[in-house]
């Protein structure tokens, strides 16, 4: 029997249920008698699990999460889907630190869907918003202090001593007074029969005593990523089954009509059969790579929409740069999201006013791994999808309304991410998993789908395109005393949504309000124009678009004031030591504030430019350093300086400033898709392209712990580094940069 038959067998056994474990879970069958958690066909443990579910809060029923082996080993479920932000190697080390265990020992796991993991302060669980440590780390904490308190009840039992008379030591217990000690592994089995203590029993350490958080704890998935052992949802793998190609419609909201071909389709190599989809067709077959090129050959008569249908759809006729023209000049005052003082009063009376317009351009995900989900109904009628995915329980519930199954029917497996940058939520017609679930109905057999990527570029939901009218007042000083934005756009949670809310859509605006600057009159307004294109969420979401809007326009208001643009920010952020101390620590670790331009040794022209940024509670500062090289920009260096209020692993918040930085400059420099004839121009790497190793700038950053409320650090690095690099290049040439890709503009 092969290793995936007898994987195969394990998942129709109800055995081990998530592959990314694979390898761990049928190696370590024969040792889990001993388990702390028994989650693999012993009933006592199942029973008791089941009994203390209905009473636990979320993050308290340590069976849900941890089991500890004999040999030392703990598998833990984590409530976050690992994408490469290093979460795994977090929660080990917040977990690892109250449970007293080196994170190193560590197996950390996807967490299935369920109640139990919906352990974010906000009652839900997600994997977005930068927000999966900042909103459980209280309650993983307790969770770790809990899994520890048991174990000591266990060896005050095993050694007849009191539990007061004993300490922990990472992964032992420790009786000093008789020199004795008992491992974890050896107590697992009699903790598992102690109640769960109450949450409100245990002490969690002060942060004086923290062994691993604060270290740059070494990442736990490093091993199996570089030697290609890491499971993604592409890599699922179950008996009987078969594969999946599609071709979807070339325009949004097209039905399948007649399929002129479909004979002749269905008689090539290893072709299962061939279907119509909502939007698409589709080949099942023995192979994937038989059934992509069949899916390839289908010739379909796409049908337009019926009048009056009120789906989303591409006219033939769009094209996105018409579409940045018509949001440039629709007029109004938009909807108010923020409103402070007398802005049409300050613009009167204000000694100078500067107006100008701004855009942001749609974007692609272009995560590495290609959309896939394997789906399987099984006989006792439950349904399992293996699908990439950011939020399982809104997977589930999406499943049950489109099949009718209740949710305890839908299993949700939670693979590896290749990446993501929000692309693993709910999107209507941008998701995998309806072809899946209806193909393997279809069949009778489960179904592994795959998107090509250009399948995937078709149908990706875009990161907004805005047009945002700015107007701003200043004083004689030449300080600004009024600024107004309107944006006119569809934001991110608006086009999930399919329409305008009864509120403003924060993520649409979000990078214009709230911000730290004393500008004592401001309006903040959004304008909804429902896109063609399906809006959907991309790293720092709003951030991403509009810090760059708005430093811009911010580097404009120096320029008419006579002002440097330093200068300028630190005179708006003097009443506020922390932004005054983050941006002192910038320009401190760039060696000292210049705009220029100025020469450097090796004879280049440059410039630097400066922009801050507060998405997801967390602040940052950044300059970019540039020059013009045969008509193109390149960055050389970008300094950031980064304030998440306190830290868990400081090697993974250097890493995400760095990937934070990639993305940043790959959007400023060259990443935009284009809209023509209704059809995306790049539907691969070739016409949308992505930041190349070679124009990769050097990073450095500081890691500033103010001990403010604990902000988030994925996505937080991204939004200061597309305006810092516009900036140094308006200073370099003089060239106001207003909209992004830089490779959009000429230079000399």
Known sequence: MSRNDRLGRALANGGPVNLSRRRFLLTSAGVAAGAFVLGFGLPVAEVRAQAVAQAAAPGTRIPAFLEIHPDGRIRFQCPFVEGGQGIFTAMAQIVGEELDADPARFLVENAPAGADYQVMDIGKRLTGGSMSVRTSYDTMRRLGALARQMLLQAAAQSLGVPVGELTTEPGKVIHAGSGRELSYGQLAARAMDLPVPSPDSVTLKSRSEFRWIGQSVKRLDVHQKSTGQAIYSIDCRVDNMLHAAVQHAPRLGLTPGTIRNKQQVSQMKGVHSVHQLPGAVAVVAERWWHAKRAAEAL???????????????????????????????????????????????????????????????????????????????????????????????????????????????????????????????????????????????????????????????????????????FRAGLDSDGMPVALEAISICEGPAEGLAGSKGDKIDDTAVEGLTGKAYAIANRRIAQIYDKSPVTPGYWRSVGNSMNDFLYECFLDEIADKGGQDPFALRMRLLKDNPRLTRLLKEVESLSGGWKAGPFTTPDGSRRARGVAMASPFGTQTAAIAEVSIENGEVRVHDIWQAIDPGSIVNPAIIEAQVNSGVALGLSQVLMEECVYEHGKPVGRNYDLYPILPAARMARVHVRIVESGEKMGGVGEPPLPAVPPAVANAVSRLTGQRIRSMPLSRYTFS
């Open 299 to 469: 010739q379909v008569d796409w049908q337009e929409p019926a009048a009056g249908d009120k789906i989303r759809y591409m006219p033939a006729d769009f094209s996105s740069d018409a579409y940045a023209e018509r949001l440039a000049n629709k007029e109004g005052q938009g909807d108010d999201a923020e409103v402070k003082g007398d802005v049409a009063g300050a613009l009167d009376n204000a000694q100078t006013t500067l107006s100008a317009t701004y855009h942001s351009q749609y974007l692609n995900h272009a995560q590495l791994e290609p959309p896939s989900t394997l789906a399987r109904f099984n006989p006792d009628g439950t349904l399992e999808l293996w699908t990439p995915n950011q939020a399982p329980e809104m997977f589930q519930a999406d499943v049950a309304a489109r099949t009718g199954l209740a949710p305890e029917k839908i299993i949700i497996h939670s693979p590896l991410l290749g990446g993501f940058f929000g692309r693993h939520f709910v999107y209507d017609t941008a998701m995998v998993y309806p072809q899946a679930i209806e193909l393997a109905k279809a069949v009778g057999r489960p179904v592994k789908v795959i998107w090509s990527r250009e399948e995937e570029f078709l149908r990706d939901t875009h990161r907004p395109m805005a047009a945002v009218r």
